[in-house]
């Protein structure tokens, strides 16, 4: 299990590296000479003289040659800016100012700001959503998959296959907009958008404001879900070792959730990690429709902005958290399903 | 009154293509202690007999008519929990293919442990682990102990269906299923098994059904046998009494695919043609296509069916006076040409 653990955490590091050099040459390299922009003339302004670029271009290191960037690119991501890039990005500054100003993942055009920061202030919107949805989708396709897996070609069954495709081929934005005309507008039932802190004195305007966004997020997972759970439950159900049980005198209840379920839920598992790790890098659709200042707004933000640093950071970010997530489902499947462990 | 009894079992499944027929008025019955071989070629109906006695099959797709009473109890009407009072503690199981009999994500200690506590509520954690030890000792599983924390991908094919043993005989069930428990393993770890159960029949008291292809193994093992063919049974006699005096056409067949009654040529005898598809069967004998001595009735009337097994009895129109001098016929040839293969 340690061997085994390493192991995942020397190819997650390896994945990410992999990743910074892909961010890198596509940020860098690529976007000037594909599309001859120039990070340092946006960053210094529309109207910057061909001597003030010159300077950002310095202050931003753009002058130094691909390989010496991408370095201290790494350096900076790994221990954070060091003496010197805080002397050029913010040379007249406090250590707590310039802490705003630049991070691991540098400074956005933009904003003048630390992407650390920048991703950092939204954690809160995209992670609060992505976990209202997951647990939507997951309590509500579990459940009716199982169900449907149970009386297969039942009348629920078949009513579940109906709705698994609706809302497979429903767009995330028709949903959203639906739901917000019916349930914040006409009805208002619900905030028509925006985001308030979680608190644990007073945890319901949180949770009213993600409902919706919620509920749209989770609407194609559950379909998703509940197809997969359905197909791995009867899957598992037609197994031998699920007629073994019975064959010992175990109960339908048990022989289905204690025999199959635990089986079927493996493959499920696997990919709820790289789905919720998929969130976390933010979920520009839902974000975008019920206007929610997450990380999915934020790079769409960027992106529109040639805002270079904060981009990357973003993709840099996403990557991690489905690296991360990876792992941790990795190990967790280890300690449920006992083959794992061995190879 | 015979231990289990089964009488005029018929099986059907309902398939996209129709209703099959699989089991059609199978009848026989198993003594306290006795071996039965259940033998026929693949997809003659012998594990869905099994498993319609103990109603493993689901019952959306299938259904089972009949009758068969274990202990005077009718295995087919008594309620669910009942049922399921039965499996496991009175009738035990075990599969084909022990790769894929285990469920892979719990310990072998677990599994066999869950045996026991279904039927026995009162039994403490510790003294069910160590019933299970005992088991997998008596079963021949080198140190046991650990063993019962390994997992059933840890162990060979011929291991885990030491387990598979071990947990259908730890509650000491009165009648032992054994559905082919040695198809799926090479030729040693069969031979092993084999033994295993020979020596196990001494030990624990169950009647066995074995079903198996392997006539071999049923000289060895069964006091009685019952010989199948597309879902009917065809002959069913003692042990000696089918390998000396064996009546139904497709008993010779099978016997002279016997290695060791190779029959002069160089290659296996074995029954021309194949079984006839049960979604429309003959109306006639089953077997009559493949018959060497078809006669006319054969085509319209269905031989008798097999009611009483309290003796030799066999469905077929022959005269018996031919079917007895074609067993000698076979006997002697089968008996003179007995060199190894
Ligand atoms: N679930 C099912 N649905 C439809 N038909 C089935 C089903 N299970 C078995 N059958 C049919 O029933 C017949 C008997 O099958 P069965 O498994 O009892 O054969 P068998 O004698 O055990 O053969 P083998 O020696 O290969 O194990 C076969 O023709 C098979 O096609
Ligand atoms: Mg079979």
Redesign the interface.
Same mark, same amino acid.
């Given at each position: 299990m340690i061997r085994y653990t390493i192991r995942r955490l020397l190819w997650g590091a390896s994945v990410i590296l992999a990743v910074t050099l892909a961010v890198f040459v596509l940020f860098g390299p690529v976007l000037q000479w594909k599309s001859n922009v120039e990070p340092a003339r946006i960053y210094a302004g529309k109207n910057a003289q061909p001597e003030q670029i010159e300077r950002v271009s310095k202050i931003l290191g753009l002058d130094k040659p691909f390989y010496e960037q991408y370095g201290i690119m790494i350096r900076r991501l790994v221990l954070g800016p060091n003496q010197a890039d805080k002397e050029r990005m913010c040379p007249n500054s406090t250590e707590a100012e310039c802490d705003e100003l630049i991070g691991h993942l540098g400074q956005s055009f933009e904003k003048r700001r630390s992407v650390d920061k920048l991703i950092f202030s939204r954690l809160g919107v995209t992670f609060s959503l992505a976990l209202v949805g997951a647990f939507i989708w997951i309590s509500i396709s579990i459940p009716v998959g199982v169900l449907s897996a149970l009386r297969p070609r039942s009348i629920f069954d078949r009513i579940t296959v109906v709705f698994i495709l609706i809302g497979q081929s429903l767009p995330v934005y028709y949903f959203g907009l639906v739901a917000l005309y019916f349930l914040a507008y006409t009805n208002k039932i619900f905030p028509p958008g925006g985001y308030m802190a979680f608190q644990w004195s007073e945890p319901w305007p949180w949770l009213s404001h993600l409902l919706l966004p919620g509920f749209t997020l989770a609407l194609q997972f559950t379909a998703l879900y509940a197809r997969l759970v359905r197909g791995g439950m009867l899957d598992a159900l037609g197994?031998?070792?699920v007629?073994?049980?019975?064959?010992?005198?175990?109960?339908e209840t048990r022989t289905v959730f204690k025999?199959a379920f635990?089986?079927a839920l493996?493959p499920i598992v696997t990919l709820f990690g790289l789905d919720i790790g998929l969130l976390f890098g933010g979920a520009i659709l839902t974000e975008a429709t019920f206007g929610l200042q997450g990380i999915g707004s934020l790079s769409v933000d960027a992106a529109y902005r040639f805002d270079v640093p904060t981009t990357s950071g973003v993709v840099l970010f996403s990557a991690i958290c489905i690296v991360v997530a990876n792992i941790v489902v990795d190990l967790l499947l280890a300690v449920?399903?006992?083959?794992i462990r061995?190879d | 009154m015979a231990l289990l009894e089964v009488k005029d079992l018929q099986t059907t499944f309902f398939t996209d293509d129709g209703a099959v027929r699989a089991v059609d008025g199978v009848s026989f019955s198993v003594e306290a202690g006795q071996v039965v071989g259940i033998v026929g070629e693949s997809g003659c109906g012998k594990s869905v007999t099994m498993l319609s006695i103990?109603r493993?099959l689901s019952a959306r797709h299938s259904a089972t008519t009949g009758m068969a009473s274990f202990d005077g109890e009718d295995l087919l009407s008594i309620p669910n929990k009942k049922m @399921?009072?039965?499996?496991?503690?009175q009738i035990?199981?075990i599969?084909q293919?022990p790769m894929?009999?285990?469920?892979?994500?719990y @310990?072998i200690g677990v599994q066999i442990v869950?045996?026991l506590r279904?039927?026995d509520k009162a039994i403490s954690r510790v003294a069910a682990f160590d019933r299970a030890e005992q088991m997998l000792a008596a079963v021949g599983i080198p140190s046991p102990r650990e063993r019962l924390r390994s997992?059933p991908?840890e162990l060979s094919g011929g291991m885990r269906q030491r387990v598979?043993i071990a947990?259908a005989l730890i509650n000491d069930p009165k009648v032992l299923i054994a559905d082919e428990p040695t198809t799926a393993l090479d030729v040693t770890t069969q031979a092993q098994i084999l033994e295993l159960i020979r020596k196990l029949r001494n030990e624990f008291s169950s009647a066995v059904v074995f079903i198996t292809h392997d006539l071999g193994v049923v000289a060895e093992l069964c006091d009685e046998v019952v010989v199948m063919y597309a879902g009917k049974v065809v002959e069913s006699a003692p042990v000696d009494e089918i390998f000396e005096n064996p009546q139904h056409p497709y008993t010779w067949g099978l016997l002279g695919s016997l290695p060791g009654r190779n029959l002069g040529n160089d290659r296996l005898y074995s029954v021309p043609g194949s079984p006839p598809s049960l979604l429309d069967p003959p109306t006639g004998c089953r077997f009559m296509a493949r018959c060497a001595h078809a006669m006319s009735i054969c085509e319209t009337e269905p031989p008798l069916e097999i009611l009483d097994h309290s003796e030799h009895a066999v469905a077929c129109h022959l005269d018996p006076g031919f079917r007895t001098t074609q067993a000698i016929a076979f006997r002697s040839i089968a008996n003179r040409v007995q060199e190894p293969r």
């Amino acid at each position: 299990m340690i061997r085994y653990t390493i192991r995942r955490l020397l190819w997650g590091a390896s994945v990410i590296l992999a990743v910074t050099l892909a961010v890198f040459v596509l940020f860098g390299p690529v976007l000037q000479w594909k599309s001859n922009v120039e990070p340092a003339r946006i960053y210094a302004g529309k109207n910057a003289q061909p001597e003030q670029i010159e300077r950002v271009s310095k202050i931003l290191g753009l002058d130094k040659p691909f390989y010496e960037q991408y370095g201290i690119m790494i350096r900076r991501l790994v221990l954070g800016p060091n003496q010197a890039d805080k002397e050029r990005m913010c040379p007249n500054s406090t250590e707590a100012e310039c802490d705003e100003l630049i991070g691991h993942l540098g400074q956005s055009f933009e904003k003048r700001r630390s992407v650390d920061k920048l991703i950092f202030s939204r954690l809160g919107v995209t992670f609060s959503l992505a976990l209202v949805g997951a647990f939507i989708w997951i309590s509500i396709s579990i459940p009716v998959g199982v169900l449907s897996a149970l009386r297969p070609r039942s009348i629920f069954d078949r009513i579940t296959v109906v709705f698994i495709l609706i809302g497979q081929s429903l767009p995330v934005y028709y949903f959203g907009l639906v739901a917000l005309y019916f349930l914040a507008y006409t009805n208002k039932i619900f905030p028509p958008g925006g985001y308030m802190a979680f608190q644990w004195s007073e945890p319901w305007p949180w949770l009213s404001h993600l409902l919706l966004p919620g509920f749209t997020l989770a609407l194609q997972f559950t379909a998703l879900y509940a197809r997969l759970v359905r197909g791995g439950m009867l899957d598992a159900l037609g197994e031998d070792y699920v007629r073994t049980a019975r064959a010992k005198g175990a109960g339908e209840t048990r022989t289905v959730f204690k025999h199959a379920f635990r089986n079927a839920l493996l493959p499920i598992v696997t990919l709820f990690g790289l789905d919720i790790g998929l969130l976390f890098g933010g979920a520009i659709l839902t974000e975008a429709t019920f206007g929610l200042q997450g990380i999915g707004s934020l790079s769409v933000d960027a992106a529109y902005r040639f805002d270079v640093p904060t981009t990357s950071g973003v993709v840099l970010f996403s990557a991690i958290c489905i690296v991360v997530a990876n792992i941790v489902v990795d190990l967790l499947l280890a300690v449920v399903d006992p083959r794992i462990r061995l190879d | 009154m015979a231990l289990l009894e089964v009488k005029d079992l018929q099986t059907t499944f309902f398939t996209d293509d129709g209703a099959v027929r699989a089991v059609d008025g199978v009848s026989f019955s198993v003594e306290a202690g006795q071996v039965v071989g259940i033998v026929g070629e693949s997809g003659c109906g012998k594990s869905v007999t099994m498993l319609s006695i103990m109603r493993l099959l689901s019952a959306r797709h299938s259904a089972t008519t009949g009758m068969a009473s274990f202990d005077g109890e009718d295995l087919l009407s008594i309620p669910n929990k009942k049922m @399921r009072e039965i499996r496991g503690k009175q009738i035990s199981k075990i599969f084909q293919d022990p790769m894929t009999s285990l469920n892979p994500v719990y @310990r072998i200690g677990v599994q066999i442990v869950e045996a026991l506590r279904l039927h026995d509520k009162a039994i403490s954690r510790v003294a069910a682990f160590d019933r299970a030890e005992q088991m997998l000792a008596a079963v021949g599983i080198p140190s046991p102990r650990e063993r019962l924390r390994s997992y059933p991908h840890e162990l060979s094919g011929g291991m885990r269906q030491r387990v598979m043993i071990a947990m259908a005989l730890i509650n000491d069930p009165k009648v032992l299923i054994a559905d082919e428990p040695t198809t799926a393993l090479d030729v040693t770890t069969q031979a092993q098994i084999l033994e295993l159960i020979r020596k196990l029949r001494n030990e624990f008291s169950s009647a066995v059904v074995f079903i198996t292809h392997d006539l071999g193994v049923v000289a060895e093992l069964c006091d009685e046998v019952v010989v199948m063919y597309a879902g009917k049974v065809v002959e069913s006699a003692p042990v000696d009494e089918i390998f000396e005096n064996p009546q139904h056409p497709y008993t010779w067949g099978l016997l002279g695919s016997l290695p060791g009654r190779n029959l002069g040529n160089d290659r296996l005898y074995s029954v021309p043609g194949s079984p006839p598809s049960l979604l429309d069967p003959p109306t006639g004998c089953r077997f009559m296509a493949r018959c060497a001595h078809a006669m006319s009735i054969c085509e319209t009337e269905p031989p008798l069916e097999i009611l009483d097994h309290s003796e030799h009895a066999v469905a077929c129109h022959l005269d018996p006076g031919f079917r007895t001098t074609q067993a000698i016929a076979f006997r002697s040839i089968a008996n003179r040409v007995q060199e190894p293969r």
